[in-house]
């Protein structure tokens, strides 16, 4: 068997590569590591800059003091319900829109992509948008935190892009001269055939709807709907008004340690879900994300 002749320059083309990928990865997983550390780590250690690779004076009193708050399970409970619930309506909708915008033979199929795209770009503003949310009589609901996270344009052409190159008009003449409607082709024949692009935009939807709280922030005025965003920042703005009504030079200081220390206790706490739901469809978001990359 002959063995392929590597030259001098993919060689040190290689290394070069390798180097700079491995100097990437880890600076983008050391702010990370570096969270993770300092919210075990005693505040004056990551004050003092004692913390660079390993904790200092191990001490996990930021966890205690977050959820010894009641708050932060409710929190948890509405977010990872507004999560799912978004994520279903929007990736149901995103897919619906995607493979009708996909069809050459969708009446007035350019008009309606442009008023997307508009969408995209301009909006009413603000304070429009909280006039017709009251109108609509939605504020203090939960669902007005679901449904205006739950579609976006862009998601909708990144599916167009991946229903046109992945699905074939063929197929579709294929299955409607055995008597498949449109309905039913999309149903048994399109999605079983989309795993990646449904799997991606899941991903997009549940992070963005599990990181947002500026929707709740506006729109919910009950701290029984509040998502865990909202309740980790009331957390955090209650530890820093405790510390301003506290005259003990010596309290204060402790209080300040604690605070910083459930600040990335915070951070933890809030990044976990996510981490441990994105190597599940990791394979899927890797194959979906390079829909369109290679023509022809």
């Known amino acids: 068997m002959k063995h392929k002749r590597v030259s001098h ?15 990437c990865l880890l600076i983008v997983l050391y702010p990370m590591y570096f969270v993770l550390i300092a919210s075990v780590s005693d505040a004056t250690s990551i004050s003092t800059g004692k913390v660079i690779l390993l904790p200092k004076n191990v001490d996990f009193v930021g966890y205690s003091r977050i959820f010894q708050d009641g708050r932060i399970w409710s929190g948890y409970l509405n977010s990872i ?3 799912v619930a978004s994520t279903v309506i929007g990736v149901v909708s995103t897919a619906m829109a995607g493979y009708s915008f996909s069809r050459k033979d969708l009446a007035f199929r350019r ?7 508009f969408t995209m770009y301009f909006s009413g503003g603000l304070i429009p948008t909280y006039l017709v949310v009251k109108q609509l009589g939605m504020i203090g609901s939960p669902w007005i935190v679901i449904l205006m996270g739950s579609v976006s344009v862009y998601n909708i052409i990144i599916a167009r892009s991946f229903f046109q190159e992945t699905i074939p008009v063929e ?13 039913r082709f ?38 029984q709907y509040f998502p865990l ?13 405790v510390m301003s009504d506290v005259v003990d030079v010596d ?14 206790g915070v951070i933890v ?18 194959k979906g994300v390079m829909i369109g990359s290679v023509k022809g």
């Open 9 to 23: 320059f993919d060689t040190v083309f290689d290394a070069v590569s390798t180097t700079l990928l491995v100097l």
């Open 81 to 83: 319900w507004y999560t």
């Open 111 to 117: 008009p309606l992509m442009l008023i997307y795209i």
């Open 171 to 183: 197929l579709y003449e294929a299955a409607s001269i055995d008597g498949c409607g449109n309905l």
């Open 186 to 223: 999309f149903l048994r024949i399109v999605l079983p055939l989309s795993g990646a692009i449904l799997a991606v935009l899941a991903l997009y939807y549940a992070v963005a709807q599990w990181n947002g709280y500026f929707n709740a922030l506006i729109y919910l005025n009950k701290q």
């Open 229 to 241: 965003q909202l309740i980790l920042r009331e957390i955090l703005i209650s530890s820093s008004t």
């Open 251 to 264: 309290a204060v200081q402790e209080m300040q340690r604690i605070a910083a220390t459930i600040k990335y």
């Open 269 to 286: 706490v809030a990044t976990i879900p996510m981490l441990i739901l994105y190597p599940f469809i990791q394979k899927y978001f890797v």
